[in-house]
């Protein structure tokens, strides 16, 4: 757990310590943020490797709602919602943004403690291997199985290619792949992504076309994809 990270994002500077002292005795790091836009920050620039989000939705700068869509733009990571308003409706746009929890003011931190852990749990387990179509990742191992036949994958190729099906389904900007796979502070030609891709659809053999290119956009990962350029 001394690796495990969790983004606090509150305007109110009380209800962040109060959390972030629940948090760190459950044995989790903690980071915090005052608004929607610290919030970016440490997520896409700050280099901190963040493994859950507790997001506040009334906030100064950036709300909780446009964090949250930039935040499901680039990654998976689980989110819990915090809000003082109970209404359904809100709850159902929390959901159908990509939380993974809703939790309304006044709460018990020890119940949001207990969903955290939960989710965390949860992400562990399921980031143990991840399986796509005919492509199988053994996270542990750093192994990639190409209908259960190994393939020999460079580390930007494994980590390309987990980062594809993280997002599978979403076209992603080449600028997008360079930022995640190579970080923000890589500053090479986007033709870097396209050399990458081009090798890995190679490895990927009869299933190369999982990877289709998106014409003015990028390329995105699907199992129905056909190539079109």
Known sequence: ?????VLIVD??????????EFITREGYRVLEAEDGEEALDILFESGKKVDLVILDVMMPKYDGWFVLERIREYTTIPVVMLTARSDEYDQLKGFKLGADDYVTKPFSPSVL?????????????????????????????????????????TPKEFELLRYFIDNKGIALSRDK???????????GDLRTVDT???QLRAKLGKYAHYISTVRSVGYRLDIENEIDA
């Open 113 to 153: 403690v207990a969903r955290v852990n939960k989710l965390l749990n949860k992400a562990n387990k399921d980031l143990s291997e991840i399986v796509f179509g005919y492509i199988r990742i053994d996270l542990a191992a750093r192994k990639v199985f190409i209908n259960e036949e190994e393939a020999f994958l």
């Open 1 to 5: 757990m001394k690796n495990t990270y």
């Open 196 to 198: 990458h891709i081009k």
């Open 11 to 20: 305007d109110e500077f009380r209800i962040r310590k109060l959390l972030a």
């Open 177 to 187: 792949i360079l930022n995640a796979v190579w970080n923000y502070d890589y500053y």
